[in-house]
């Protein structure tokens, strides 16, 4: 894959964190062909030029000169509205992220190698002997009520994730290796020892153990206004008006009005640190996949946060945009429910005897599917099939030497046959190895056109090699709906297809570790524990021995299989002619930041 570098990396949005993110398997999570079926099954759409990622610049181009002020259109590519828990704390669906990342942002900036820097809104110093960072917030940088961020500010952060009666879900391994954050968590002592605030802008952490991870996106980096939160009891915030209703942060721009669920406008910060935006505002909308095509050509939205790849083809020549792209921090995966979740322990509990827990049967099912053709046929080539669970957005840690199962129904049948799965009374469908019905239940995300076509190919590729797969309830599940009954381990769920955004930290503790709450298969095994730890140990500052560790992490779980990657994703984004200075994920070493942002004239330009 094509990596451009413009020297410097400044990221503008700062969505990828310590853990990584939950996204929506939104509507391009969509469907391809059965083999052998006619390409005209797909739609009156489908066309059969293949893309590239390497067809695409990152950075929009600049035409014309920037007007004073003006307000940007975002769209929010989403058939659901967003849930608006407006709180890096808090939130845990992409939605929500893509919502705060116009108001708050982290106080770290990192580099094109996903190492920070000391060019953010705090600089830090690191004394590995130590095991200590020091940070410092630089002076001007406020709240958008005028209050300065505080080290207490931070501190406080993490004394609200840390707090027994936090109801969030970032609290895990990069948190308990805080000196005294485990006795703080269960209760024994009133503060973390390991956070000391210096002075009003100072703050240091001393850690129990000192990884590679805390170098590489590993610090939670998002201060919370203690002024506001205070008197407020830990198990209501999420829920409180300050965070669903009124929330401030540091960013660029302030929130000025909600519409629940549907829509925030935001005006410019004109306090805000690196400089007066140049934007008077921005709205933000939720916007159909259906129609986003349309909201794009009329100008009703000037740019969106994400297009659908299977609409590309049809879309490519649109008079009044530039598409830019880039390799996604993402993949799209089929999951199979292992276990529970215990929230007391803070930990999975794997179940032995889950539906899904011989792991022939999952690979059986992993060769019973086309990913290839799913990525060539539906998203032209914008998707491609994945082999691991490290994306090839870390080219120095994704392992594409590791032989992962292909689409191959005859080794799909050989395995299932030598596992004991049989066809007992001979109606073309398998029975479980005690010969009794098996039905195994599908969570699949509702979405745009293809979102259907994709859910259906999977169930009719499983029935070809004599698994009978039904949609959970029947139908497709809403995105909250969807992620509240995954995260709830709904006992009707055998497996689920869904994605995950990575974060910059390529450790994948956050996704698959046994204190994981986002480890949604509930699998855990001993070297699954020990090669995790590894990953983040002392060796592990040695570049090569942490990719050497990673690479057989992801041959672990290719032999494993608690999920399977189906595509990995080309991020392809729309850019109205008149906006300037504008870049994916505003990375790469562009120097761009969001309070850039400017357009050339007052209304967005229309398609002609």
């Not at 803070?346 to 086309?370: N, T």
């Not at 032989?403 to 004991?420: I, M, R, S, V």
């Not at 009978?468 to 995260?487: A, I, P, S």
Request: glycine share 8%.
């Amino acid at each position: 894959m094509r990596k451009k570098h413009y020297g410097k990396l400044l990221f503008l949005l700062m969505l990828a964190f310590l853990f990584f993110v939950l996204a929506a398997c939104s509507d391009e999570d969509a469907g391809a062909e059965v083999e052998g079926k006619d390409d005209a099954e797909k739609g009156e759409s489908a066309q059969d030029e293949v893309f590239s990622i390497d067809d695409f610049e990152q950075i929009k181009t600049n035409q014309g000169e920037a007007i004073e002020g003006g307000t940007l259109n975002f769209g929010l590519v989403s058939d659901t509205a967003f849930e608006g828990t407006l709180n890096f704390n808090f939130y845990s669906g992409n939605p929500d992220a893509q919502v705060i990342s116009w108001f708050d942002e982290s106080l770290l900036d990192v580099d094109e190698n996903y190492a920070y820097t000391n060019d953010g809104a705090a600089t830090l110093d690191v004394d590995r002997e130590a095991k200590t960072i020091t940070f410092k917030i630089r002076d001007n940088v406020n709240w958008h009520d005028g209050e300065p961020v505080t080290a207490e500010d931070w501190q406080f952060a993490y004394e609200v994730i840390g707090h027994p009666d936090y109801d969030g879900i970032r609290y895990g391994s990069d948190f308990t290796i805080i000196k005294g954050m485990e006795a703080y968590h269960n209760g024994k002592a009133d503060t973390i020892s390991g956070i000391e605030v210096i002075d009003e802008k100072t703050m240091k952490i001393t850690y129990d153990t000192f990884t590679p991870s805390l170098l590489s996106s590993g610090i939670w980096s998002y201060a919370m206004p203690k002024h506001i939160f205070k008197d407020i009891p830990v198990a209501d915030m999420s829920s409180s008006p300050e965070v669903r209703e009124h929330p401030i942060g540091m960013g660029p721009f302030k929130v000025d009005s909600i519409v629940p669920g549907e829509s925030v406008t935001f005006v410019k910060n004109e306090d805000y640190w690196r400089g007066e935006p140049n934007l008077d505002g921005v709205t933000l909308k939720v916007i159909n996949p259906n129609v986003v095509v349309q909201a794009l050509e009329n100008g009703e939205v000037d740019l969106v946060d994400s297009f659908p790849t299977d609409q590309y083809p049809e879309n490519a020549d649109m008079s009044n945009v530039e598409f830019v792209g880039d390799v996604d921090l993402a993949y799209t995966y089929i999951g199979f429910k292992l276990g529970k979740w215990d929230a007391d322990a803070g930990e999975v509990v794997p179940d032995p005897d889950a539906k899904m827990a011989d792991v022939d049967l999952r690979r059986a099912m992993w060769h019973a599917v086309d990913n290839d053709a799913v990525g060539k046929k539906f998203y032209n080539g914008l998707r491609w099939n994945a082999s691991t669970l490290i994306p090839p957005s870390h080219p120095d840690y994704h392992d594409d030497s590791i032989e992962a199962p292909t689409y191959d129904p005859d080794k799909a049948n050989q395995l299932l046959d030598d596992a004991g799965y049989e066809d007992v009374n001979g109606d073309g469908i398998r029975e479980d190895k005690d010969g009794n019905e098996l039905v195994i239940n599908f969570a699949s995300m509702s979405g745009g056109d293809t979102a259907e076509p994709l859910a259906q190919y999977y169930i009719q590729a499983w029935e070809a090699v004599g698994l009978k797969v039904e949609l959970l309830d029947g139908r497709l599940q809403e995105f909250n709906t969807f992620y509240d009954r995954v995260e709830a381990d709904d006992p009707e769920i055998d497996i689920y297809q869904g994605a995950w955004s990575v974060g910059y930290d390529v450790n994948p503790a956050g996704l698959y570790g046994r204190d994981a709450a986002f480890n949604y298969t509930r699998y855990a095994s001993e070297e699954n524990d020990a090669l995790l730890q590894e990953g983040v140990s002392e060796k592990a500052f040695d570049e090569a021995y942490r990719q050497d560790v990673y690479s057989k992490w992801q041959e672990l779980m290719v032999e494993e299989i608690p999920v399977f990657p189906t595509v990995y994703r080309a991020v392809i984004i729309p850019v109205n002619n008149r906006v300037q200075n504008y870049a994916v994920d505003f990375k790469e070493g562009v120097g761009i930041y969001r309070y850039q942002l400017a357009v050339t004239q007052e209304e967005a330009v229309t398609a002609e």
